[in-house]
């Protein structure tokens, strides 16, 4: 009986002292329940909220950036469309423009060709439209008393500057012409005064030869197919097969 009585009091005393523990310990643990479930709670809604914030966001986000995306891809799209359709146009167009190109220079070459051909007849019918010259101051040789030194000198021992020589004539073309043409071609010297559109052309010197160089009656004269013209040189139009003569006279042409 005495070791009952000792266990219940023994009991009793522990059991008051357990009590306010576990009081304590119940409200400790039912207020930090109470304090999870706000939180909990409040933690879904904010995670619902930051989910829903998220998705809103990713939703603004996915729609600007289809936005951006449909601009870009838009402006990619269209450009590319545009582009390959203003490259068709411009290839048609230019495809068109190079037929038009090519036909043109067809055309052109067509026309170069019968240019050429017109050239090739042009130059046959100046080879066959020639005519001759030749430069002679012969007469110089028996009045070589009568010459400077110097001027001497310049005669040739035949008498001849230049042979006879063919030239190409060309439409219009006066004996001055022929004499300047043949002149440059040989490299023959040549001095005149007057003017070859007013018809006033007079040779002074050939070979560095000069009128009066033999005397007051000296002077350079010219024949076209044997004949005196009764006009200057730049007056004479040549015609082909023309024989022009310059020849040198000490005796106003009598010694011709």
Sequence with gaps: M???RSFNMFFKSKLKRL???LLVLLIIMTGCESAQEPLSGM???????LDTGADTVNSEDSTVSDEKNDSENGHQTASPENQNQAIGDGAAAASDSQKTGSSNQTGDNEKTEKGTGQDTGSASASQAE???ISISCSTLLSHKDSLSASTAQLVPSDGCLL???SVKISQEDTVFDILQRACRQAGVHMEYTGSASAGTIYIEGIGNIY???AGPRS???FTVNGKFPDRGCGSVTVSAG???CWLYTCDLGKDL
């Design 19 to 21: 009590v306010p523990a």
């Design 163 to 165: 042979p006879a020589s």
């Design 43 to 49: 933690s879904a809604d904010q995670d619902l909220q």
């Design 2 to 4: 005495l070791a009952e």
């Design 219 to 221: 002077g350079w004269m």
């Design 130 to 132: 020639a005519c001759t």
């Design 211 to 213: 009128e009066f160089d």
């Design 242 to 244: 023309d024989k022009i």
